[in-house]
């Protein structure tokens, strides 16, 4: 689907907090892993993932690369663009790609051009949508409904950064690294535990059920369906200050320090909740540093670590059937533990 | 909240066939204008209708009123996601030589009407292909080497059999819902004539008032409707309706309408009757706080709304009698389509399941050819064979059998745990609580395994199905929290519906097994009368049924004392037996494990 400039504005979505503050947070650093928005119909999910293309900066490619390779980092190249020095550098909107549940695997992983080889005998890799999603965002809507071949492959692709295509005597191999950013409601359908693992941040989305926001959320929506053009362009201040803003935290980043006691907190947390593995601990610590540098503070506060645990963690846990409570309720419980401990030592 | 849920479905409701059946026909006009005007999206019509002559002179109304303009594309119920969405046209291809996209029903619905009846029998692919059409109006393609994308924007008219599950992603979209159910074809006038005017002048230029949109927000509220679309779209029908009438500003008549068709129908709740969904909440009270919250703020909110011009109380006196009395049903029918219903299409068996990548081989009975794969597997060595072969020959791409290509199809080793449940008596709330222990391990335990589950309940004159066949371990939760005990034992007729829900799995292709926990003596008849020599007679013979459907059964003894009524019943399934009069959730769900185990062996 086309992102068109004429989406719905991202700052003109009414409530929804933790949402856009994700996809803040995940524009402002993409190695954070992407967002898993889980909730109701009908909240706006599909609607703030495709206001996020309004928000990226350009990104410095190399000119026509299919796969939109960076000319600043070798080790990520393709085989084209590593054999070769002088690039020819060019400005490309940071690719926010959708995938379709109806996709197929040759659309996706890319496959022999079928009328280039037909008519011209000539044998060709046609690339897929993981290769449009190289260094942007891959977007699915829906994502537990999606087919467990097509989880396999993206799993596979998300893990290593690179898409090796054998097949029909094709042997291709390109950089595709993305962030998964999906939305999905979880009563059609659970999501499998390799795949949630993938998506750095979790949101619950809920409906808001105050009559105000839900007065005002029609409200923008009937005038932006009304009259698009006008609806975008009185939102546009407001838009490019915030990716403005974004920027600036992007700069910012690299300079956010990390201080040991912040890491020993990390630590406590994860062990007080069990999480396996260690991209939990190491996606907090990315998701703090990034909330930090939003907030525009050169080291992160254990406030930053409190705001962002619930949502680096909550889709990490182990299912525990006897424990009604959601996850993220779980996540809050271990905090204020964890908390009480530290301030009674 | 149970019983008197029964009682309304029984007794049916005395609405005025022609109002009903007027507002059917106000759906067709304000459908055909939305299609005329500029809306994003236009509007969709959910239809609740068995197939029958009304619903075919309401077609044919349809029909008419789209004119010689637009058409209504019809999806036939086995489509394949390919025609839904297009892909590669490979006759065209191929004589052309060049990569030719052949266009799916979703984008030649574009610009008309497109009609989808059973909409239960979609895949979930299928569905969600035609629901981010809706959304977008346009049609994604990414198949077969094709990436292309279609605009498709429509009028989608659902018809779906009331005795059906509505998806429920489908449903909230669709913003128009009428219920030809009960309208009598005798009274009805003919449709031949009937056409719509005054389109032209619709443009949805109306500027609407603040109050306008609060009301209507309020409205949804205070019948219970979460989701934001409805009120969305009700706004939308007011506006048309009152330009479809003239220059004038929307009036109170606008949103009578709006409320008629896109709101009443979808309620969960009634604003006058707060006080009887008070026990509701208190049962939810331990379950969800967080829920319960939510709900008194927006029970405030609704308060303060009142004070509005357009007061709650003042629409709701002006509405026609009949229509409250529907809202019980409604109440019946929203709780049952809350379940999501994402269900296959039966398949023939020896092709069935998921489509994974193709390999080289034979086609044989059992294996299809992939037609494209082979022709991309031929494609790098054209060159070389046309210059082995004579001209007339080489007209065309040259396959060898070793080019060919066959689809494989995963086995789905999908299973549904069907739990019929004795919900009757004194003892019903320690067992049910069990027994939701046990679905709610089952599907926890099982997620590798891909297990659904189902739950009946036997309770009061008749069983029912009180959670339709489910992977979400959510969706159990909330839909078992609210399940209460009492009455007496149906058990027959738990059988015979365990039965029918047994074999609507097996066309789904899963394999069904069913879990009885009950104690054995049945005093309510297949009937629904009380008495317990007929009862006990009927679910002999209803467990004979069992027996010879060959389902993999357990029967689990409840009773406290070890009684031979279960026995009896265990049986005449021909089916395991376990006598539990302790059960709990962990011992259920392992003699589940084990059904599972000896049933796959079997």
Known sequence: MTHRAGNYPFVAIVGQDALKLAIILC??????????????????????????AALLPELDTVKSCPYHCDPANKDAQCEVCAGSD????????????????????????????????????????????????????????????????????????????????????????????????????????????????????????????????????????????????????????????LSNRISK?????????????????????????????????????????????????????????????????????RRNPLDDARSSVRVDRVLDEVFAKRDAA | ?????????????????????????????????????????????????????????????????????????????????????????????????????????????????????????????????????????????????????????????????????????????????IDLTHVDIRQIEQSADFTCNGLEQVRQTTPTKAETITSIVELAAAFGIHSLRPPQQALCVARLNAEMHGPDDLVEEDILVALRLALLPRATQFPADDEDALPDEQEKQSQDALDEETDNQEAQENDIGELEDLSIEAILASLPEGLLDTLNQHKNANARSAAVGRTGKSKANFKRGRPISSVRGRPTANKRLDILATLRASAPWQKIRKTNVSREQADGPLIRSNDFHVRRFKKPAESTTIFIVDASGSTAINRLGEAKGAVELVLSESYARRDYVAMIAMKGREAEIILPSTRSLVLAKRTLTGLTGGGGTPLADGLRKALALAHEEQRKGRTPSLVV??????????????????????????????????????????????????????????????????????????????LQVSGAGA
């Open chain 1, 249 to 317: 935290a992007r700069d910012l980043l690299h300079s956010v320090q990390v201080d040991d006691h912040i890491l020993q907190l990390i630590a406590e947390i994860c062990i007080a909740l069990g999480t396996d593995g260690l991209r939990g601990e190491l996606t907090l610590i990315k998701a703090a540093r990034a909330h930090a540098a939003w907030r525009g503070e050169v080291s992160v506060q254990v406030s930053d670590v409190k705001t962002m645990a619930p949502h680096a963690l909550s889709h990490r846990l």
């Open chain 2, 1 to 177: 909240m149970e019983p008197t849920n029964i009682e309304g479905r029984d007794s049916s409701p005395q609405i005025e066939t022609a109002n009903v059946w007027q507002d059917a026909l106000l759906a067709i006009r304000l459908m055909a204008a939305s299609l005329h005007s500029k809306i994003e999206p236009p509007l969709g019509v959910c239809v609740k209708s068995t197939a029958g002559p009304v619903l075919e002179r309401w077609l044919t109304c349809l029909e008419n009123a789209l004119g010689s303009e637009a058409d209504m594309i019809r999806v036939p119920s086995h489509v394949g996601i390919d025609r839904l969405i297009g892909g590669i046209d490979l006759s065209a291809t191929l004589a052309a030589g060049k990569r030719i996209a052949e266009s799916g029903l979703l984008s030649m619905a574009h610009g008309n009407a497109l009609l989808v009846t059973q909409p239960q029998t979609l895949e979930a692919d299928m569905l969600s292909s035609l629901i981010s059409a809706m959304d977008h109006q346009e049609v994604m393609v990414e198949r077969d080497g094709i990436s292309e994308q279609f605009p498709s924007r429509f009028c989608p008219v659902v018809v779906h059999d009331p005795d059906e599950e509505m998806p429920a992603a489908l449903s909230d979209r669709l913003a128009i819902h």
């Open chain 1, 86 to 241: 002088a690039h020819e550098i060019t400005g490309l909107a940071a690719p926010v790609v959708d995938l379709p549940l109806g996709v197929t695997e040759d659309r996706l992983l890319g496959a022999l051009d079928l009328e280039r080889a037909l008519v011209d005998g000539v044998k060709e890799f046609e690339p897929g949508l993981l290769a449009k999603a190289n260094r942007g965002f891959l977007y699915i809507d829906e994502v537990n409904l999606l087919e467990d071949h097509l989880v396999d492959v993206l799993l596979d692709v998300a893990a290593s950064g690179w898409n090796v295509v054998e097949r029909e005597g094709l042997s291709v191999k390109h950089p595709a690294k993305f962030v998964l950013v999906g939305s999905g409601n979880p009563e059609e359908g659970e999501l499998r535990p390799q795949l949630l693992d993938r998506f750095g941040l979790s949101v619950d989305v809920e409906t808001p059920s105050n009559i105000k926001d839900r007065v005002e959320i029609i409200k923008r929506r009937d005038a932006y369906e009304r009259d698009p053009k006008a609806f975008v362009k009185k939102w546009k201040q407001a838009n490019t200050k």
């Open chain 2, 517 to 594: 926990l009950t104690d054995g003596s049945a005093n309510i008849d297949l009937d629904g009368n009380p008495g317990r020599e007929q009862a006990q007679i009927d679910a002999l013979k209803m467990a004979q049924h069992v027996a010879f459907s060959g389902l993999a059964v357990v029967i689990i003894d409840v009773s406290k004392l070890v009684g031979r009524q279960a026995k009896e019943i265990a049986a005449a399934c021909h089916s395991h037996y376990v006598a539990m009069p302790f059960a709990n959730a962990t011992s259920i769900s392992e003699a589940v494990n084990d």
């Open chain 1, 27 to 52: 524009a402002t650093d993409q190695s954070l892993g992407g967002v898993l928005a889980l909730g109701d119909r009908g909240t706006g999910k599909t609607t703030a993932v495709r206001a996020l």
